[in-house]
């Protein structure tokens, strides 16, 4: 929904809360448990709009978990019953192994996303140079 995207994509709080004004007079009547609770949670919501940009991506963007998952089921749906909780662990252990071996595309602005990390949660992101 890109009246959604507009509200978490916003450049700051005070525009994101104009836009989910506007998304309510929108979308109110046909979505109200939505707006509902974007409105009663916005407290904890807005938080994200402390950080810089780059770092709210990374909070927003689950392309790549999505896509892994979709990886993992692809193996393990067509399998009826595992004979151990271990088979079932390498399986996805190899099938990761796989999908790992796929992820050639770079993060857009990665560097000055992972510094941005660091700044925001020092001591908490390994960063390997």
């Given at each position: 929904?890109?009246?959604l995207k507009s509200v978490y994509r916003a450049p700051n709080r005070e525009v994101a809360e104009q836009k989910l004004s506007e998304l309510d007079e929108k979308w109110g009547?046909?979505?109200p448990v939505v707006i509902k609770s974007w409105k009663s949670n916005w407290d904890n919501l807005s938080h994200y709009?402390?950080?810089?940009?780059e770092v709210r991506r990374v909070i927003y963007t689950t392309n790549i978990?999505?896509?892994f998952h979709r990886q993992i089921r692809k193996v393990t749906k067509t399998k009826g019953?595992?004979?151990?909780e271990n088979a079932l662990l390498k399986l996805v252990y190899c099938a990761s192994k796989r999908a790992m071996e796929k992820w050639i595309m770079p993060i857009p602005n990665w560097a000055l996303t992972i510094s941005q990390l660091d700044i925001y949660f020092e001591g908490r992101?390994?960063?390997d140079l």
């Open positions: 929904m890109v009246d009547k046909l979505y709009f402390h950080y810089p940009e978990i999505e896509g019953a595992f004979t151990s992101v390994k960063i």
